[in-house]
């Protein structure tokens, strides 16, 4: 008789998979990064690679001429001559040098065009030592769950959805966005939505991307295989009971003790309402926005902040060491790809501006009424929209925008905050749910104590106002805005 082995195995197998080049990989920590962070991305890639050097503010307004610039490839064009007196390039480099000097032209007229006032050296490098001294590097909730996401193994169409999906995750870890919602900016099936989501759900932290308290909750009793205890049920069946602390009813509810209710409550009250709250940083929060939104004489302009950007070019030192006839081979071999992964560097940063300047163009096309009136007149609007117009993949515009500010006549706001869904007025107008619930919270400012507002009532007096609203679409803006119910505001 045979005994099979027992024990730890090497096998291999053979996949196809969609792996992300290192150099698209780069480009979208570029694109997600806020501006205090992109400063410590660059200054790692400068660290690795000795072509890139940064040039001061000054030094882009006083570029050298076209005739200095022309007499420096002569010269260099001479130093690549072989002995014989050949004007024939050492290698098939020239061409590639002649597109980086047209590419590091236009990066100095990229900052030129800029109206922000000029600092000397030692006062710009004085600020943004200060500025990365304040800042504490920390992941974020969403940046955690990309990771997460990366290393799923999700299919890519349904890693793209679980991207949207991140980005409709607040910082305290709930999904802001529904399942109707998610289907018209993907164009999957409800189905295949709902199967991203719970594999998003999946995720690390437990409980996270839950649509409201009550699916938080059940989650976390999932996830530690808990769904045949008493306080599964109650969550399940009686969240409305629990949330008012009615114990005899509960006890009535599901036939148990008094006593048997109290202890499942206590097990409740231990697990996680909020389950991104790890990853919110204590304090105050510090931003930088990345643009500035500025009424002129012919309407709005979007102004990009790129004081903080920092201004790279490639060493000469290293393109003159390139063209000399004399460098080995080995030499010249590693400035070539050190100058390739420089100026990718250098147009990925560009890039980056120029895609969060036409996103930021297209949202003050849209919603001109709030920067003239304030956030009751935010429209509605959604990522595929803007994706659509801009001409990019709404993941990209969720990327775009995660963690960037700008300063507007209103304020500074998220540019995360100007995507919401809508409510049709009778009117056939349409208002953005953070609209609607400024006017939930006038109305609940403005009520009596004595007698605080129903959702029922908050209902009636917004359809007042013209707009159509459900009582448990109220509840559920009521309960996203942290505001108690009417029984519990009550004040005697």
């Not at 959805?161 to 305290?172: F, P, Q, R, T």
């Not at 849209?366 to 935010?378: S, Y």
Request: hydrophobic share 35%; with cysteine.
């Amino acid at each position: 008789m045979s005994r099979m082995s027992q024990g730890m195995h090497l096998s291999q197998r053979m996949a196809l998979q969609q792996v992300l080049a290192p150099q698209l990989q780069q480009s979208l920590a570029l694109l997600q990064a806020p501006v205090m962070e992109l400063r410590a991305l660059v200054e790692q890639e400068m660290a690795q690679n000795p072509v890139l050097e940064e040039t001061a503010p000054s030094d882009s307004e006083t570029s050298e001429t076209g005739e200095e610039r022309a007499s420096d490839d002569a010269d260099r064009d001479e130093a690549t001559g072989d002995s014989e007196g050949s004007s024939e390039p050492v290698d098939d480099f020239q061409a590639e040098f002649e597109r980086l000097a047209q590419l590091d032209e236009e990066w100095r007229e990229y900052f030129s065009q800029t109206n922000l006032p000029m600092r000397s050296r030692e006062d710009e490098d004085e600020r943004r030592q200060f500025m990365l001294d304040s800042l504490v590097a920390q992941t974020s909730l969403q940046e955690h769950l990309l990771d997460q996401v990366r290393m799923s193994d999700l299919p890519p169409e349904e890693r793209r959805v679980a991207e949207l999906i991140v980005g409709n995750i607040d910082d305290h870890g709930y999904l802001q966005a529904s399942v109707d919602e998610l289907v018209l900016s993907t164009g999957f099936d409800p189905e295949q939505i709902e199967t991203v989501l719970k594999a998003v759900q999946s995720f690390h932290p437990v409980g996270v991307a839950a649509r409201d308290l009550r699916e938080c909750l059940m989650l976390q009793l999932e996830r530690a295989n808990r769904t045949d205890t008493l306080e599964y049920r109650i969550i399940r069946d009686h969240m409305d009971l629990l949330a008012r602390r009615r114990l005899p009813d509960l006890a009535r509810a599901v036939v148990r003790p008094v006593a048997d209710i109290q202890a499942a409550v206590e097990r409740i009250g231990h697990l996680e309402p909020r389950p991104g709250r790890d990853f919110v940083t204590g304090g105050q929060t510090y931003v930088s926005p990345e643009l500035m939104i500025e009424k002129g004489d012919d309407g709005y302009q979007v102004v990009m902040n790129d004081d903080s950007i920092p201004r790279l070019r490639i060493s000469n030192t290293y393109k003159d060491l390139m063209a000399q006839a004399d460098s080995s081979e080995e030499v010249r071999e590693y400035i070539r790809e050190k100058i390739r992964a420089g100026r990718f560097l250098i147009k990925s940063i560009t890039q980056r501006q120029d895609t969060i300047r036409k996103i930021a163009m297209e949202i003050v096309r849209r919603q001109g009424e709030f920067l003239d009136h304030g956030v009751g007149h935010l429209r509605p609007m959604t990522m595929a929209q803007i994706a659509q117009a801009v001409g990019v993949h709404e993941t990209t515009v969720s990327r775009a925008v995660a963690g960037k500010y700008a300063q507007t006549p209103q304020g500074v706001f998220e540019l995360k905050s100007f995507f919401t869904s809508g409510l049709e007025t009778e009117g056939g107008e349409h208002l953005s749910n953070r609209s609607v619930k400024d006017m939930i919270s006038a109305m609940v400012a403005q009520e009596d104590p004595r007698k605080p507002l129903s959702d029922d009532a908050i209902e009636e007096g917004l359809k007042e106002k013209g707009i159509k609203i459900a009582r448990r679409t109220v509840a559920k803006y009521r309960t996203e805005m942290n505001i108690l119910p009417s029984h519990l505001r009550r004040t005697y």
